[in-house]
């Protein structure tokens, strides 16, 4: 029996249990280790063991109970992978046990071979999430990734000639150090690629309570990401150093860069920030109520 994690929003509405603000979409599972991940990201509580990930908590769940659950109120399951002996058999296995429930299914991983991309594509896979994480090569080797920053790049782009441009999704921490010219040209760069931005804040892993970056430095890379989203550059209506220009104001709909990017479908709801203190928002609704707010936290408002 293979048992597996699952972030407790994403559980209390498989369970039909789920009382907060903005019910997951997707449905998030991660492998289960229960000395966590093998590999030491600075920044990750599951470097550490124990449950959390993120700001929540992830209880253990057996994989018998989410093949038999009814899945009528997601669009689509992400199952992230930790560092562990036979985590990549283990993840097959999952997917195919996955892949009957007839709900697309996204695939979050560190570098792994190519013959296992393609496995996992004809397994139902339809999107990938590359856990690059830092900005530039001297943050990766500060965050103690488990591989080369040019493994990674590497896995990006043989990912996306198994799965597409536009269906690749690069995992990006905001706050571990990069200066926003470096977050652009990242950004620049992956895009130039054909794959895209999941952008996250960074939450500490002591006081998982905390989110610990710049909210208006936080806006605008997410007004950047959404740009190159909707096929603009950003050097367009953003400074080198990420001041926006009076032409960003211009654009219509620009606010739907506050909502949580991804996958499709993909809203992660309070994952990286307590309610009363949202980066990604998980839903238009709440995005709606909050609309002032984010615009001058981007300071595109008085
Ligand atoms: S963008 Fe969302 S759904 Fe896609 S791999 Fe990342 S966390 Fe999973």
């Not at 097959?92 to 496995?119: C, D, M, R």
């Not at 010219?181 to 006081?207: H, I, K």
Request: hydrophobic content about 40%; proline content about 7%.
């Amino acid at each position: 029996m293979i048992t597996l994690r699952i972030s407790q929003g994403s559980l209390d509405a498989l369970r039909g249990a789920y009382k907060g603000l903005a019910e997951p979409r997707t449905l998030y599972l991660l492998q289960y280790s229960p000395a966590g991940c093998a590999a030491s990201c600075t920044f990750c509580a599951q470097a550490r063991g124990g449950d959390r990930l993120g700001r929540i908590p992830w209880p253990a769940i057996s994989l018998q109970e989410i093949v038999s659950a009814g899945l009528e109120g997601f669009t689509r399951i992400c199952l992230q992978t930790v560092l562990k002996p036979g985590f990549l058999e283990e993840a097959a296995l999952i997917v195919k046990a996955l892949s009957g429930k007839g709900v697309p299914i996204s695939l979050a991983s560190t570098p792994a071979p190519t013959y296992w991309l393609e496995e996992m594509k004809r397994l139902g896979v339809d999107f990938l999430g590359v856990g690059l994480d830092a900005f530039t090569p001297r943050i990766h080797l500060k965050a103690s990734k488990p591989y080369p920053w040019a493994t990674y790049i590497d896995y990006t782009r043989r990912a996306l000639r198994v799965f597409g441009p536009g269906h690749v999704y690069v995992h990006l921490v905001a706050g571990l150090g990069e200066t926003p010219s470096e977050a652009l040209r990242l950004l620049d760069m992956l895009y130039g690629m054909g794959a895209r931005a999941a952008l996250f804040p960074l939450v500490s892993t002591r006081r998982p309570w905390k989110t610990l970056v710049d909210k208006r430095y936080y806006r605008r890379l997410q007004l950047a990401a959404w740009l190159l989203n909707t096929g603009r550059r950003p050097s367009d209506f953003f400074t080198e150093r990420l001041e926006p220009t009076e032409k960003l104001l211009g654009i219509k709909g620009l606010e739907h860069a506050f909502l949580t990017q991804g996958c499709p479908g993909c809203n992660r709801p309070f994952y990286t920030e307590r309610p009363g203190d949202m980066y990604n928002y998980p839903s238009p609704a709440l995005l709606g109520k909050n609309l002032e707010a984010a615009m001058r936290e981007a300071g595109l408002k008085r």
